[in-house]
């Protein structure tokens, strides 16, 4: 092999090492990019997961506290006083 044509090899081989390189920094970054998102992603996901979760735990407390004794009894009081009222 003659000097010139081991400068070409070693030029292109450079080259192609540089470009490889390059494309696969490229797509680390947009790896990375896409992992960021997500994460955002996930964590609106999770804080509204939450949020409703709430909603639900004090529907649960409410229908426990309109089906309890304690709110009838003083629905029936409240009642009977706006019928003497109507009377």
């Not at 070409?8 to 090492?17: G, N």
């Not at 735990?57 to 019928?83: C, N, P, T, V």
């Amino acid at each position: 092999m003659t000097q010139e044509k081991m400068r070409k090899v070693i030029s292109a081989c450079v080259s192609a090492a540089t470009v490889l390189f390059v494309l696969l920094l490229s797509y680390l970054i947009y790896q990375w990019a896409t992992i960021s998102v997500l994460k955002k992603r996930i964590a609106a996901a999770e804080a509204e997961v939450a949020y409703w979760q709430e909603i639900v735990d004090k529907g649960i407390e409410d229908e426990r506290y309109f089906g309890s004794e304690e709110y009838l009894k003083q629905a029936i009081i409240e009642l009977q006083m706006l019928q003497e009222k109507n009377k």
